[in-house]
């Protein structure tokens, strides 16, 4: 084999004798000692470069990070442009967090943190709320529960604690076995059924038989409250996505923009919903019925109703219909039908739409298509005895 110069091997450098390498650094030594200034210099960088690897090995050990703006390669501190492409990363940091809730939850979790905020303030002055202590959010609780809260909102308000405080980095204070034995408290101790009953298709046809009688010499009204009841019911809607509670909320209920006919059904885009986590509007598809048809009600009304903008369902003199209103119109409707006002609620329509198909034999897997659940949650409503779960029926492919 024949032998390797040394010019040919790796790093295509000579290595010189440890004998020359020697002389050469006691050479360096004497021309540098006989230079003061050099000799400072060195120094201090050598002292800089000793604290910087102090200072990071500090950080690996408590395990922080200092964020610092980021500059795009090629752009230093003294360019012209640094200032439009430096990117603060903590703000996208920010941004990225409040994405992650939905905009109703952020509200929500807003709203439940100041009354939690207020609660330690009037009550415990000399406690702080941020980080909070476990005996503190107990002592909420207790406090929630005093005030007829329900359980599961005593929860939510939970859930708010915990987001905000994990997000700044403090330690759950939720998270521990006192905590969790009072939440299984309130709801033993508050268990009540829920007595509202479905409106299936029976309770549906005489509740619009009774806009016959009620709206007899109005045809507006008549037309009007008969697709409110047939959209609600065949597209499992809850009645706040069709109709707003107050006047400045019209902007988060269905807009007359928001209906389409794709014959032979009707698709409505709902873009404000409970299980909202994103911007993109939930296309929801009704078919026709061959009694009581949702689709023929909707354009009947339409068709009277005009084509100005605004929320879907309005007066004839262009005013929005609001919750209040259809809940006085709706006990009416009840009344006249000999129907109980105490059993049966506005969201008797959802849990009736739920029942409903389950009856019809349609599977789990699609009912939670239709009614936009997320979850099993849709079970606590399908209110008939002894009624066999759905998903004992034949699985049908979703669209």
């Not at 105490?342 to 029942?355: A, D, P, Q």
Request: charged share 25%; hydrophobic share 35%.
């Amino acid at each position: 084999m024949p032998k390797i110069r040394p010019s040919e091997a790796k790093g295509g450098k000579r290595r010189k004798p440890k004998d020359a390498d020697s002389r050469m650094a006691r050479l360096i030594a004497t021309a540098l000692a006989k230079d003061k200034n050099t000799m400072q210099e060195l120094k201090d960088l050598i002292n800089k470069q000793e604290t910087d690897d102090e200072d990071v090995q500090t950080q690996r050990e408590d395990g922080r990070r200092s964020f610092k703006p980021c500059t795009f390669p090629g752009q230093g501190p003294n360019s012209n442009t640094s200032r439009n492409v430096t990117i603060d990363v903590t703000k996208v940091r920010e941004q990225l967090i409040a994405s992650s809730l939905a905009a109703t939850t952020r509200k929500t979790y807003e709203r439940f943190w100041e009354r939690f905020s207020n609660f330690v303030k009037n009550n415990h002055s000399s406690s702080s709320c941020f980080p909070a202590t476990s005996d503190v959010v107990s002592l909420s609780i207790a406090h929630l529960h005093s005030l007829q809260f329900a359980p599961s909102t005593i929860s939510s308000h939970l859930s708010a604690i915990t987001y905000f405080h994990l997000v700044s980095g403090f330690d759950d204070p939720c998270n521990t076995f006192i905590i969790r034995r009072m939440i299984l408290g309130c709801r033993k101790s508050r268990y009540q059924k829920d007595s509202r009953l479905p409106l299936l298709k029976k309770q549906v046809d005489l509740l619009l038989n009774a806009t016959k009688h009620i709206f007899r010499t109005n045809r507006f009204l008549r037309v009007l409250y008969r697709a409110i009841i047939l959209v609600t019911f065949h597209g499992f809607f809850r009645m706040g996505e069709l109709l707003p509670s107050k006047l400045s909320n019209c902007g988060n209920v269905v807009q007359f923009g928001h209906v389409a006919m794709v014959s032979p059904s009707i698709k409505l885009q709902l873009h404000c919903h409970k299980m909202r986590k994103s911007d993109k509007p939930v296309n929801i598809i009704i078919p026709p019925q061959k009694r009581s048809c949702p689709v023929a009600s909707l354009k009947s009304y339409l068709s009277l109703r005009g084509y100005s903008d605004g929320p879907l369902f309005i007066s004839s003199t262009n005013e929005p219909i609001t919750l209040a209103r259809f809940r006085s119109v709706f006990n009416e409707l009840l009344t006249f039908s000999k129907l109980s006002t105490k059993l049966y609620k506005l969201h008797s329509f959802r849990i009736g739409g739920c029942t409903q198909a389950i009856v019809s034999g349609i599977p789990e897997a699609e009912v939670m298509k239709m009614g936009r659940w997320k979850s099993h949650a849709f079970r606590r409503y399908i209110r008939i005895p002894n009624l066999k779960m759905a998903s004992k029926c034949p699985s049908r492919k979703s669209e």
